[in-house]
């Protein structure tokens, strides 16, 4: 734990002693946007998205998913190939993240994301849609369900943030005082961003140089790091994750958990189905943080059982 903490000091201490900058939106865009992405307005933030159709079902049920503090709709794409057959899939960078970008207004509350969200289903003309979130994205999944549970037919939790928990020492400075200072006005160093990703993983090795740049790219994108740190600061100016809201619950939910998950431990599992009346739990051994990207094939064919059930 102390050799932690001097790595997250010491690379919070050693940002102050590099330039600032951003890598132009444009140049991400040519770099990361994928065939079929896709941007759309809501409410003045300019959202990147991927709508990919059932390749043999023009009326088959929509899947929403949404990824992980600052991570991006990439994270998806091993779901999209497996699952593309039986489901619409809907994957969007969240705003603050990715080339979505920070929201146009200061400050975030409760309903920033559930009315997002809201928005968004809106503007694609989707009423009822299933809702699929990693790590931060299952927070913004539940706070979603649970104001507008109208709108969700079943929900999936992959490692979900909710219940208190230590995160990253990185992660914990930057929602701090003077550590989120520092990372909104200076570069956040690669080694450091590349250990973090790597430890969401059960086997570090997993976390190609090209997801692992991705990641670090997508923070320099201009506002990410400040948008990054006010969700931070949200968090911690609320003491950490609502979970009050789960036991009015009733979407039926399916947790997915890597047992291997150095971030958010397997622990969890237990907290949530105390809390949801209509949950269960399905975990895997060999698998971190993101059982979407570690264990694809078979956490799609669990989801795919699950959302598809009677």
């Not at 994205?137 to 230590?166: C, H, Q, T, V, W």
């Not at 992660?171 to 961003?193: F, H, I, M, R, T």
């Not at 694809?296 to 009677?310: C, G, I, R």
Request: glycine share 6%; net charge negative; with cysteine.
């Amino acid at each position: 734990m102390l050799k932690q903490t001097l790595w997250a000091w010491n690379s919070m201490s050693a940002m102050f002693f590099q330039d600032t900058h951003t890598i132009p939106l444009a140049d991400l865009k040519q770099k990361y946007q994928l065939e079929d992405s896709s941007f759309i307005n809501i409410n003045g933030l300019n959202v990147h998205y991927r709508d990919s159709p059932c390749r043999q079902n023009p009326e088959a049920p929509v899947l929403l998913c949404l990824h992980g503090i600052f991570s991006s709709l990439h994270t998806w794409q091993k779901w999209i190939d497996e699952l593309n057959d039986r489901f619409h899939i809907i994957s969007i960078d969240l705003p603050n993240f990715g080339l979505t970008g920070p929201f146009p207004f200061s400050k975030i509350d409760d309903n920033s994301y559930p009315d997002f969200l809201r928005d968004l289903l809106d503007a694609l003309k989707i009423s009822k849609c299933h809702i699929a979130g990693n790590s931060l994205g299952g927070f913004f999944s539940y706070s979603f369900a649970a104001r507008y549970p109208e709108r969700i037919e079943k929900m999936i939790l992959l490692d979900s943030a909710g219940f208190l928990f230590m995160p990253p020492l990185a992660l914990v400075s930057w929602g701090a005082p003077l550590g989120g200072w520092v990372a909104e006005n200076s570069n956040p160093p690669k080694s450091l961003v590349f250990h973090l990703i790597r430890q969401a993983y059960a086997n570090a090795d997993r976390a190609t140089e090209e997801e692992l740049l991705r990641y670090y790219e997508m923070m320099l994108r201009p506002g990410n790091r400040q948008g990054g740190s006010k969700v931070l600061q949200f968090v911690r100016n609320r003491f950490g994750f609502d979970t009050q809201c789960l036991k009015d619950i009733q979407t039926p939910t399916l947790l997915m958990w890597g047992e291997q998950d150095h971030w958010i431990p397997i622990r969890h599992t237990k907290n949530f189905q105390k809390s949801l009346p209509n949950c269960q739990v399905i975990t895997y051994s060999d698998c971190g943080h993101m059982p979407m990207e570690e264990k694809p094939e078979v956490s799609a064919k669990d989801a795919a059982k699950f959302l598809l059930s009677e």
